[in-house]
């Protein structure tokens, strides 16, 4: 056998223990965890080191470095994480719904875990604690690959979380490293869909793009968030403009910021020209349509292509458009299904647009940003799905599990 | 543009139309359906008859040639699951929990329909109108590709099926038919993921298996249902009887009849020989392990591979056990997550096997046979799942949908 399939088999072996596990179980091993990465964070650090050297030799860019880093706050950070995770309900063994057949059958959805969890991720080594507590809290056993420029750092935590794992009697096959460079092993994880249950890539548009093409399991992901704010003619302008500089300000580099702002041309001349000065004095480069420009002509003048655009950055498509149907029609043609909202004090539209937007999270007269796990009241998320079946949007613990049916009977047969 | 690519363009344009169609005309459309089938019904056993006689020329077999064909039964049979399927709630726009958080935002999550649904499917042309009244219902737009055997039959089905969107307002393009016999249509439809939203595939081991593994898209199938029935010590002996006889002999054909019978070794000598016996008058063949050769010396042997197969006939593997950690080990292993049973009085044992059986559906006291969607009460089904992700057991409508979340604030920005 080989090592990679030895050790996700090893991993099903484990997850079918864990799918029985007590809550109280679970939550020891999430809170021996927490403690050990505190008691041994100067282990961590001199691991993480090995790899900042080895990137820095490599030529690795500063923005990669830092992601890499773990610092005492990050590393303080993660055990917060898991002990927040521990704390959360345990959603498995809820009966979800259960309902009585006129023959007196009671039919009932439970949830259970999933399985085996398999997450390839970049460079961040926090997200082995973080993947690794959800996992476990939801019953399922994970299998991960991080990255080769981690690989130090996400073996001490791993063996770091092995050893919590045995500590509160959980098996140490819950939590399985890929212990290896070669890309090769990354292929090979993707065809064991009888052992693997899922993956969850989590990284660049190049990864994610492989693994979903090569992916013989079920893949939750999303490639990207190109977020819209509507300001339509029925707007409250003052609330649109704390909105979409909310939206596009706050923080430009994560996937639920906004990256076209589309405006209702009834109200472009009063709104976007102070909207504009606003942008601009935050540093935001603006790219408008022909009539944003005929209202602000400083704009830059934005091609086609950066209606399909994720900036990640203080850079914002501008549109004015013409009705609302234009402004659903250019959400669900140009966006990611992301996170799009409408500002407007119109009862209709805003029901409408709820209804007629394609995106995983649609709002009326709120930011964007409010998508994540711990926004929504989920308590944490495993990443954010774009894609339709299973999740949509932020994926949280429940989310981990999946619901089989269990049906009561007293000795019923079919006729 | 190539021909199935522009066909599953124009179904995902008629997606965003049908996604917000009002349950009325969708309704209109489905009875309209039913209709025009029974008008047009000496049309379609025409158009059948090309069919059947290139079947017979071919040399199918006489199972094949029964699947194929349509007569004023099955057509009827037809138009009457349209119109039940049209008297079921409408799933779509459902809000199935609203929640509000700390800072007064309201979350919620609301029904919608996948989008567009691609059916790959072999012989049944029936699957046609089912799997068409399932996804317009749901607000979906189907795209299907049936088998080669099978064209004359699905195309005038199909050509009626489309007449009958007309007449209700409904797209016509929300029922497409990839109308051409080339293997290498369904390779590509399998690559649109930008424009198919999931693939259904309905028919042998070898179809599913291909779909699974060339469909960059989420696929819902099951390869097959090897069921148990474990008799515990603790069973009424003669309900066991009972519902082990069903679920094997009532209809021993479908996925969800019994397998292989697991017997406490307890109550093997009491439960086993009279069992076997009323098997044997049903005529089926037994193939047992030594435990119950020894007690029913007529039993077959059975081999490894015996535990894994599903006969689709009537035979059925024995087996003795000697615990009931070992009834649960046995299915979960040789199983293949289908349905599976428990005959106990025992609380805690049905309690646990409840817990402890990783399949999509599991029973205490009532035959597997139940597995499905009419009989769940979830009014008609497009096929049963032994995946994990989205839909575990029968795929009843609300599977055709997915949940979005819609958040309602007032000037909400995210500090």
């Not at 470095?65 to 990050?74: F, Q």
């Not at 064991?192 to 994610?208: A, K, M, S, W």
């Not at 009539?291 to 498509?317: Q, S």
Request: hydrophobic fraction near 40%; charge should be negative.
């Amino acid at each position: 056998m080989s090592y990679v399939r030895e050790l996700a088999q090893r991993a099903k072996d484990a997850s079918r223990i864990l799918a029985n596990l007590s809550t109280d179980v679970k939550n020891r091993a999430l809170n021996a965890m927490a403690s050990l990465i505190e008691e041994k964070a100067e282990l961590i650090k001199r691991e993480n080191e090995k790899d900042l050297k080895a990137g820095e030799e490599a030529g690795l860019s500063k923005a990669l470095l830092d992601r890499l880093l773990l610092n005492d706050k990050r590393i303080g950070a993660m055990a917060v994480g898991l002990r927040e995770i521990a704390a959360l309900p345990d959603p498995v063994g809820e009966v979800v719904k259960m309902w009585k057949r006129p023959n007196g059958l009671m039919i009932g959805k439970m949830r259970v875990p999933l399985g085996v969890v398999g997450i390839i991720y970049e460079s961040r080594p926090n997200v082995t604690a973080d993947a690794t507590g959800l996992c476990i809290k939801s019953g399922n056993a994970v299998l991960l690959r991080g990255g080769s420029e981690a690989i130090n750092s996400n073996r001490v935590i791993v063996d770091i979380l092995k050893e919590a794992c045995a500590q509160a009697g959980v098996p140490e096959d819950a939590v399985s490293f890929i212990d290896t460079t070669e890309r090769s092993a990354v292929l090979e994880m993707l065809k064991l869909d009888e052992l693997i249950d899922i993956v969850i890539p989590r990284g660049g548009e190049g990864l994610i793009r492989f693994v979903a093409e090569n992916a013989r399991m079920p893949v939750v992901y999303h490639y990207k968030g190109v977020c819209h704010t509507y300001v339509d003619k029925y707007a409250d302008l003052g609330m649109a403009e704390r909105i979409c500089y909310n939206a596009k300000v706050q923080r430009p580099g994560v996937c639920n910021a906004m990256e076209t702002m589309l405006v209702h041309k009834d109200v472009a001349s009063e709104f976007l020209p102070a909207m504009c000065e606003r942008f601009k004095e935050a540093g935001v480069e603006l790219r408008g349509c022909e009539k944003t420009r005929a209202l602000v002509p400083w704009v830059k003048e934005a091609t086609e292509d950066d209606w399909y655009e994720e900036y990640l950055d203080l850079i914002l498509a501008v549109k004015v458009v013409d009705s609302f149907e234009e402004a659903v029609n250019h959400i669900n043609k140009y966006g990611s299904h992301h996170s799009d909202a409408i500002v407007t004090e119109n009862y209709e539209r805003g029901m409408r647009f709820l209804r007629e937007v394609d995106s995983a999270a649609v709002y009326v007269n709120a930011s964007t940003r409010f998508t994540d796990g711990f926004e929504f009241g989920l308590g944490a998320e495993m990443g954010i799905s774009t894609q339709k079946l299973h999740v949509r949007g932020p994926m949280g613990l429940e989310d981990l599990t999946c619901c089989k049916y269990v049906i009561l009977g007293c000795g019923h047969i079919r006729e």
